[in-house]
């Protein structure tokens, strides 16, 4: 189906909704009844037509209201991007698989040309032309990884990989769950998901990243995260805190469908050719409440998990304000029945 792009903004006033369309595509991320954190990856395989993962990076509905709300982010803090010098071979071949998937799924919206070292990039819905010969950064307008991180939706860390663990060496990050890249940029994997609740006890993250320190080029994988936000905020960091924060209190039982929303990351990684480093992109899915309700199974599926949600993950995910008024409002869809695994 051909994209239309809409206008949207992701603060202040609060332009944002989904088409049927994109409430049916949504990553519902809950197949059975109560959750816990776990290994979930799997391989990112070329999903339905259609579907979140038909291909490598999904552009959708929101891609140019995305942009520019990236740019905005980004022009109030420029602590959004940051790259360790090392980073520059992983920096290129991040260009390299953007260009080549997007113009490759999305040729009616992006071209690559190549001739040698000499590549041509355009954008329509953007309207960008970028000639630049590739490996040189002085024929970029910017760093090399800004530039592409900026044309495709979802936050992205590049990571270099040595001494057994992984390190958070660059990132463009502006639509984070209240997590910050100038507090994690040069950190290990065990350094920043510190502060995850009962995911080092239950042996999450030492698996996670065994998996991944034998990841394979070729072969990415998958996985999907979830949280609650109050409004259709793509920027809920900390260092923003003070903006979103507190509008979990002006949540009550009259706007609670329309103001609190399913965050769902879907979170994809990719080894890469040059660096032997790995790319980590977070895209990130909004869905408010009443829009969920249009598939009733999906509504009495949250109201199970969300009612026998463990209180460290409630209290994590900064649920604790609303959490009360989102199960009473979700259970006018649970008559109780059993529900099959699967969503
Ligand atoms: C948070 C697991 C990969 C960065 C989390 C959380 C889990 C998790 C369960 C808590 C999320 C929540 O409750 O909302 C995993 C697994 C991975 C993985 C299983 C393997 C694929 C990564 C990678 C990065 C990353 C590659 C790269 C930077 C983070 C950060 C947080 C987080 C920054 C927030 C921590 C905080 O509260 O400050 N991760 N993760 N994760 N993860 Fe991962």
């Given at each position: 189906m051909a994209l239309a792009f809409k206008q949207e903004t992701f603060r202040n006033d609060y332009k944002y909704s989904n088409s049927p369309n994109a409430i049916k595509r949504f990553?519902?991320?809950?197949?059975?009844?109560?959750?816990?954190?776990?290994?979930?990856?799997?391989?990112?395989?070329?999903?339905?037509?259609?579907?979140?993962?038909?291909?490598?990076?999904d552009v959708d509905e929101h891609y140019v209201g995305e942009c520019l709300d990236k740019q905005l982010t980004l022009d109030l803090d420029r602590g959004r991007y940051a790259a360790l010098p090392h980073m520059m071979d992983a920096q290129w071949d991040f260009v390299e698989l953007t260009m080549e998937a997007l113009s490759n799924d999305y040729p009616e919206h992006f071209s690559l040309k190549k001739e040698g070292l000499n590549w041509t990039w355009e954008?329509?819905?953007?309207?960008?032309?970028?000639?630049?010969?590739?490996?040189?950064?002085?024929?970029m307008p910017m760093d090399?990884?800004?530039?592409m991180s900026k044309q495709v939706q979802g936050d992205f860390v590049l990571l270099d990989q040595r001494d057994e663990t992984l390190y958070a060496d660059a990132g463009?990050?502006?639509?984070?769950?209240?997590?910050?890249?100038?507090?994690?940029?040069?950190?290990?994997?065990?350094?920043?998901?510190?502060?995850?609740p009962r995911a080092t006890e239950l042996g999450v993250m030492d698996r996670a990243l065994k998996y991944l320190l034998n990841l394979q080029l070729g072969s990415p994988v998958r996985r999907l995260n979830w949280t609650m936000t109050v409004n259709p905020r793509l920027d809920t960091s900390p260092e923003n805190y003070p903006l979103w924060g507190t509008d979990r209190n002006t949540v009550n039982p009259e706007n609670v469908a329309d103001k609190v929303h399913l965050r769902v990351e879907l979170q994809s990684l990719?080894?890469?050719p040059r660096s032997n480093g790995i790319v980590f992109s977070i895209r990130c899915y909004l869905m408010s409440l009443r829009e969920l309700s249009s598939y009733p199974r999906w509504a009495k599926r949250l109201h199970r998990v969300q009612k026998t949600?463990?209180?460290?993950?409630?209290?994590?995910k900064g649920m604790t304000k609303f959490h009360p008024m989102m199960v009473e409002w979700l259970s006018q869809f649970?008559?109780?029945?059993?529900?099959?695994?699967?969503?």
């Open positions: 990553p519902f991320p809950f197949a059975e009844d109560q959750y816990m954190y776990s290994v979930n990856i799997e391989p990112h395989v070329k999903g339905k037509t259609g579907s979140v993962s038909e291909f490598a990076f954008n329509k819905p953007l309207n960008i032309k970028q000639s630049f010969v590739f490996g040189d950064a002085s024929t090399p990884f800004e530039f463009f990050v502006t639509s984070q769950a209240d997590w910050s890249l100038a507090f994690d940029v040069g950190m290990s994997w065990r350094e920043w998901h510190a502060p995850v990719f080894r890469l949600m463990h209180p460290d993950l409630i209290e994590y649970d008559d109780g029945s059993a529900m099959a695994v699967g969503t």
